[in-house]
């Protein structure tokens, strides 16, 4: 199954992913970003190393300098994204995920920045209807402000959710579990350990 996560800046996505794949198992669960293309690229345009790109991840928000026109690293995702967009269309990014995905090699693969409805059209496509599931976080104080991420329509999704990221870390991932218990990919008993 492909588990996409979906939700504002900082609503917990890449939590979620961490928290999914203890609870799946790393052996079966392959963690992948549509936003790969666009840090792979700058990665390789800028030669950033690994600990750049470690400190741009932390503070993805803030200006890296004159260097990089000012900009944080989000906003050079962005601009990259929309190159690529406009030289090879909206839906690029789930073109690339489906492409790169072919055969990873693992049980499920968890999408952890799943952003924009256009992109989900190659990938539901692709994809048999019931291997796909989308989860909707959401959390105080978190919106799509200065970003071209929105919550994404679910049109052939078969599996649906939506957590309110609101609690403690123990709750958010007691929450991530009953999903995956609902959807048949736990047993109710894994649901307790």
Sequence with gaps: MIILLNG??????????????QLLGNSKVYHDKLSKPMKSGLR?????????????????????????????WRAMQIHLFQHLETTYGSDILGKLF??????????????????RSVELIPIVKDISYGQLGLIR?????????????????????????????????????????????????LEAQDELD
Excluded at 44 to 72: C, R, V, W
Excluded at 98 to 114: A, E, L, M, W
Aim: charged letters at 30%; a neutral charge; aromatic letters at 8%.
């Design 8 to 21: 504002p800046p900082r609503s917990g996505k890449d939590t979620a992913a961490e928290f999914i794949i």
């Design 44 to 72: 390789t345009i800028f030669d950033f190393k690994s600990n750049e790109m470690q400190a741009l991840e932390a503070y993805k928000e803030e200006s890296n300098g004159p260097d990089y026109g000012g900009h944080s």
């Design 98 to 115: 489906i492409r790169r995905n072919k055969n990873n090699g693992k049980v499920h693969t968890v999408v952890s920045d799943c952003g």
């Design 137 to 185: 976080l959401s959390r105080p104080d978190c919106d799509y402000s200065n970003d071209i991420r929105e919550d994404v329509r679910s049109e052939g999704i078969k599996h649906l959710a939506h957590i309110d990221n609101i609690h403690d870390m123990d709750m958010f991932k007691v929450q991530i579990r009953r999903v995956l218990v609902k959807w048949k990919l």
